[in-house]
């Protein structure tokens, strides 16, 4: 057992050599690591650090990657060692910013298995969630892949889908909004990369601190819940820009700009869930997630000039200013869907995505997106098979997600660039706090 000492900030661990139940602290190539933990080499720069995607952060990285010959690396970078508490009103992983890797992935459960076998996996999960994003070792499954690195402001978020409730003995506490979403014009989605049982998104700022967790989770799942299907995605690495910005898609697009913020009026009333009418209890302070696996026409897309990609969206590629801007405006410009050009037409197209997608245009509708994007390869065409794995998450699909895609699907520019492929709706329970476990409030309450 390691001896851990908090002193405010900063812990300090001293090892015995154990990494939890998997024998003496290892190298990834298996050679001892001079009796150091994974949590020892987070040192005291990360506890409780966000990570402020400095140039430096980055640089920092390069101390996780020592040879196991080389001499103790010491505390793991900055980047490496910041820390994102899994415990906590909201589960992690909706309001902090993206990481540079995730890791979707949904599992159905095992025939027979039913509201105890579940009730045991998700404290199981949750236990080892929140010893990873704490930087220490699983306890069951631990197979070193993440030794040297510190947490990398790890976040592990659980969802259940619609088909969970049925198969648990469940039926009567499912939400009425988890409803399956309506199929909308242009689908072309295959069922076996989407919906699921259970949906679990990792986001690291390390991809094999993201792997790592994905594998332990599904191996501690074995005998109740099986993978069905899995997408890795990625978003800008902390430290790559000289400044914080928002990140951009594969269509070179700023992607995120006039996402609801924190501290906004009404901000939670839009993301979080609350209970009263068809809204469960249980569900309080939770969230909907809307996954979709979106396939950018990226051929397509790159033959179009660069006043017509602008034109697609309604803002400028190389700032993101909306083209109701003036030439010194920007990305936080706000957008004037009335303003007109020189020869009167708008200066948003009236099929532009920020303005079919707009708030004003759907009663309000709004919806946090936090979407990364993926890269798997070429198609038989030989097309890249890319683009932006869609995470949105609201307090209520029916007034989020459902009406906006409608509109979109008939009447955006953008959607002639885009498939998509496929699709998950997921109920997102609310934080566990210190000792529970995510879903305590659906099983027990
Ligand atoms: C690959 C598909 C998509 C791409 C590349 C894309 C890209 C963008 C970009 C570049 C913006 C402007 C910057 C910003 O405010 O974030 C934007 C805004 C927005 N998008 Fe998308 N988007 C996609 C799919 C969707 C989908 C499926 C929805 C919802 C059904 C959606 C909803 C929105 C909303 C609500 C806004 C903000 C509009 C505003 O109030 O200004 N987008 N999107």
């Known amino acids: 057992m390691d001896r851990t000492t908090s002193t405010g900030s900063t812990t300090n661990t001293e090892s015995t050599g154990s990494t ?13 690591h001079r009796g150091v933990t994974r ?19 980055a640089g920092a990285v390069a101390l996780d990657r020592a040879p196991a010959a080389a001499p103790d690396p010491g505390p793991a970078g900055a980047l490496g060692a910041a820390r994102r508490p899994f415990h906590g009103e909201h589960q992690a992983g909706i309001l902090d910013p993206q990481q540079a890797r995730v890791q979707l992935a949904a599992f159905d459960l095992a025939a027979g298995a039913g509201r105890d076998a579940l009730r045991a996996l998700l404290r199981r999960w949750s236990r080892t969630a929140a010893r990873l994003t704490a930087g220490e070792p699983a306890e069951e499954f631990e197979n070193q892949v993440a030794l040297d690195a510190g947490p990398c402001s790890l976040t592990v978020t659980f969802g259940f889908g619609a088909t969970l409730f049925d198969k648990a003995g469940l039926a009567d506490r499912r939400p009425a909004a988890l409803e399956p979403l309506p199929a909308f014009p242009a689908d072309a989605l295959d069922p076996a990369r989407g919906d699921g049982d259970l949906f679990v998104q990792i986001g ?12 332990v989770l599904q191996r501690q799942a074995a005998g109740t819940a099986a993978l069905r299907w899995q997408s890795a995605g990625f978003a ?7 400044h914080p910005m928002t990140g951009r898609n594969l269509m070179g697009q700023i992607d995120g700009t006039n996402n609801p913020k924190p501290g906004e009026d009404g901000f939670a009333g839009k993301v979080f869930c609350a209970a009263g009418g068809d809204r469960p209890a249980w569900l309080a302070g939770g969230s909907y997630l809307v996954f979709r696996r979106i396939r950018m026409l990226l051929d397509t897309w790159e033959a179009l000039p660069l006043d017509r990609q602008e034109r697609v969206i309604g803002r400028r590629k190389s700032d993101g200013a909306p083209l109701s801007a003036p030439a010194s405006g920007g990305e936080s410009t706000p957008v004037d869907l009335a303003a007109q050009g020189p020869d009167g037409s708008l200066a948003i197209p009236s099929d532009a995505h920020i303005r079919v997608a707009a708030p004003a245009a759907n009663g309000g509708a709004a919806m946090l997106r936090r979407g990364f994007s993926y890269h798997d390869g ?11 794995l869609f995470l949105a998450f609201q307090a209520d699909p029916r007034q989020g997600f459902t009406p906006v895609q409608r509109k979109l699907s008939r009447g955006d520019g953008l959607s002639r660039f885009l498939r998509h492929e496929a699709s998950g709706l997921y109920a997102v329970p609310p934080g566990a706090p210190q000792g529970g476990y995510v879903g305590q409030t659906l099983l027990e309450d």
């Open 378 to 388: 070429l198609l038989a065409d030989g097309s890249p098979d890319a683009g932006l």
């Open 204 to 215: 690291a700022d390390d991809a094999l601190v993201a792997v790592h967790a994905l594998r």
């Open 20 to 32: 939890g139940s998997t024998g003496p602290a290892r190298t990834a190539a298996g050679a001892p």
């Open 39 to 57: 949590r020892a080499l987070l040192g005291t720069a990360g506890a409780g650090l966000v990570v402020g995607a400095s140039a430096g952060a």
């Open 236 to 242: 800008r690495t902390p430290g790559a820009t000289a």
